[in-house]
């Protein structure tokens, strides 16, 4: 297998990443935000400062990045008809009808998404980012896969299988009629018998399972999760729950967030897989310190590999010495620059024990707890790749280990 980078003729990022990238029929985009980086938000993706009630700003910057997408999947060879995977992260949840309008209009068939509030993206006032895979028609063949799950209130498919991959939507504790159903909830008038965010994870298990099921695959063949909790302190109660489901969990990232799109809903968990039979699995350990939590460190499906978010961290003192500055010379180096380095020689020993290498990433999400810390990690990011991959860079509300600063969730092949 062998990746081919992707550009166009939209305007091209001042950070050190790619577009694009094409490979074994797949495409994958880095996130794209609604500006020309030049002025910031161009005036084409605002509404003019001397009509502010004509038009809408999260209309016009989400026209302006789908357009943009437009141009970077056909200078792949494909369209936006052939989008299987979509995250939308926006900075005002109360933006979020008004963006459907407009998606909507893009899509024969809407990819299957996931969509969650974020604390910032790197463009000032940029309000929303979107996040795209898909393939060319031809290379691969795709399927939408409907199970009898609630179906969603808004414009999204429930998951597509692509050779041998499954793309699953995000999926919520809801029925999409009530709200959060009851089984999802504690009885009002028995509140202490059970817990909320446990009958929230069981729901969306049981659907998954069912979406997985319907594609011709199980949650025995999930390889890498995304899982958004609006409070960070839920985690352990929703990861005795999740283990009960998986025989070997999935790589996983856990990230904190603003917002979901549903009241309540506390959670929402976002699962790729693959069909048994028509791609091998096997699940990756290296040397590196392994997770108190239940999740993998990799996996290998067919020549993709998929890695776990990974943290600064060494699993037993919180951040070690050699991801933090010294606390006697406070001023000599970056907390931020030493964390990333940590987590790149991580990830580098992770995808050397896929059989890959850093020059093999196509894919790269990271979540910052603080965005003014940007520029310091884009630094170090460069000095690990000779071509950078495609990337996404939101702001998270908190991660899973104290004063972590940083997760880096990074997709890899095998060359």
Same mark, same amino acid.
Request: net charge neutral; charged share 25%.
């Given at each position: 297998?062998?990746?081919?980078?992707?550009?166009?003729?939209?305007?091209?990022?001042?950070?050190?990443?790619?577009?694009?990238?094409?490979?074994?029929?797949?495409?994958?985009?880095?996130?794209?935000?609604?500006?020309?980086?030049?002025?910031?938000?161009?005036?084409?993706?605002?509404?003019?400062?001397?009509?502010?009630?004509?038009?809408?700003?999260?209309?016009?910057?989400?026209?302006?990045?789908?357009?943009?997408?437009?141009?970077?999947?056909?200078?792949?060879?494909? &369209?936006?008809?052939?989008?299987?995977?979509?995250?939308?992260?926006?900075? *005002?949840?109360?933006?979020?009808?008004?963006?459907?309008?407009?998606?909507?209009?893009?899509?024969? @068939?809407?990819?299957?998404?996931?969509? %969650?509030?974020?604390?910032?993206?790197?463009?000032?006032?940029?309000?929303?980012?979107?996040?795209?895979?898909?393939?060319?028609?031809?290379?691969?063949?795709? @399927?939408? %896969?409907?199970?009898?799950?609630?179906?969603?209130?808004?414009?999204?498919?429930?998951?597509?299988?692509?050779?041998?991959? %499954?793309?699953?939507?995000?999926?919520?504790?809801?029925?999409?009629?009530?709200?959060?159903?009851?089984?999802?909830?504690?009885?009002?008038?028995?509140?202490?018998?059970?817990?909320? /965010?446990?009958?929230?994870?069981?729901?969306?298990?049981?659907?998954?399972?069912?979406?997985?099921?319907?594609?011709?695959? &199980?949650?025995?063949?999930?390889?890498?999760?995304?899982?958004?909790?609006?409070?960070?302190?839920?985690?352990?109660?929703?990861?005795?729950?999740?283990?009960?489901?998986?025989?070997?969990?999935?790589?996983?990232?856990?990230?904190?967030? @603003?917002?979901?799109? %549903?009241? =309540?809903?506390?959670?929402?968990?976002?699962?790729?897989?693959?069909?048994?039979?028509?791609?091998?699995?096997?699940?990756?350990?290296?040397?590196?310190?392994?997770?108190?939590?239940?999740?993998?460190?990799?996996?290998?499906?067919?020549?993709?590999?998929?890695?776990?978010?990974?943290?600064?961290?060494?699993?037993?003192?919180?951040?070690?010495?050699?991801?933090?500055?010294?606390?006697?010379?406070?001023?000599?180096?970056?907390?931020?620059?030493?964390?990333?380095?940590?987590?790149?020689?991580?990830?580098?020993?992770?995808?050397?024990?896929?059989?890959?290498?850093? *020059?093999?990433?196509?894919?790269?999400?990271?979540?910052?707890? =603080?965005?003014?810390?940007?520029?310091?990690? *884009?630094?170090?990011?460069?000095?690990?790749?000779?071509?950078?991959?495609?990337?996404? @860079?939101?702001?998270?509300?908190?991660?899973?280990?104290?004063?972590?600063? /940083?997760?880096?969730?990074?997709?890899?092949?095998?060359?």
């Amino acid at each position: 297998m062998k990746a081919e980078i992707v550009k166009s003729d939209i305007p091209q990022p001042l950070a050190n990443y790619t577009e694009a990238f094409k490979l074994g029929g797949l495409v994958f985009a880095a996130g794209q935000l609604p500006t020309d980086f030049k002025v910031g938000i161009p005036p084409e993706a605002r509404t003019d400062p001397n009509y502010p009630y004509y038009g809408s700003d999260i209309k016009r910057r989400t026209h302006y990045i789908m357009k943009n997408l437009k141009k970077t999947f056909e200078a792949a060879g494909s &369209s936006l008809d052939h989008i299987v995977k979509a995250q939308v992260f926006l900075e *005002d949840l109360r933006h979020f009808s008004a963006f459907d309008e407009v998606w909507k209009e893009y899509f024969k @068939t809407p990819p299957a998404r996931t969509t %969650v509030g974020t604390t910032g993206l790197l463009v000032k006032d940029a309000m929303i980012e979107i996040d795209l895979i898909g393939y060319v028609p031809g290379e691969v063949k795709c @399927t939408a %896969v409907k199970s009898d799950i609630p179906q969603p209130l808004a414009n999204y498919t429930e998951a597509f299988k692509l050779g041998g991959l %499954v793309f699953a939507a995000g999926q919520l504790p809801t029925d999409f009629k009530v709200g959060i159903p009851p089984e999802a909830r504690t009885d009002p008038n028995y509140p202490y018998y059970g817990s909320d /965010i446990k009958r929230r994870t069981h729901y969306i298990m049981k659907n998954l399972k069912k979406t997985f099921e319907a594609a011709g695959s &199980s949650l025995d063949h999930i390889v890498k999760a995304q899982v958004f909790l609006e409070d960070l302190r839920q985690f352990s109660a929703f990861d005795e729950v999740w283990k009960e489901y998986f025989k070997t969990p999935p790589a996983r990232t856990t990230v904190g967030t @603003t917002g979901l799109l %549903v009241k =309540d809903a506390m959670i929402e968990i976002d699962l790729i897989g693959y069909v048994p039979g028509e791609l091998k699995c096997t699940a990756i350990k290296s040397d590196n310190p392994q997770p108190l939590a239940n999740y993998t460190e990799a996996y290998r499906v067919g020549d993709f590999v998929f890695a776990a978010g990974q943290l600064p961290t060494d699993f037993k003192v919180g951040i070690p010495p050699e991801a933090r500055t010294d606390p006697n010379y406070p001023y000599y180096g970056s907390d931020i620059k030493r964390r990333t380095h940590y987590i790149m020689k991580s990830l580098k020993k992770t995808f050397e024990a896929a059989g890959s290498s850093l *020059d093999h990433i196509v894919k790269a999400q990271v979540f910052l707890e =603080d965005l003014n810390h940007f520029s310091a990690f *884009d630094e170090v990011w460069k000095q690990y790749f000779k071509i950078a991959p495609a990337r996404t @860079t939101v702001g998270t509300t908190g991660l899973l280990v104290k004063d972590a600063m /940083i997760e880096i969730d990074l997709i890899g092949y095998v060359g």
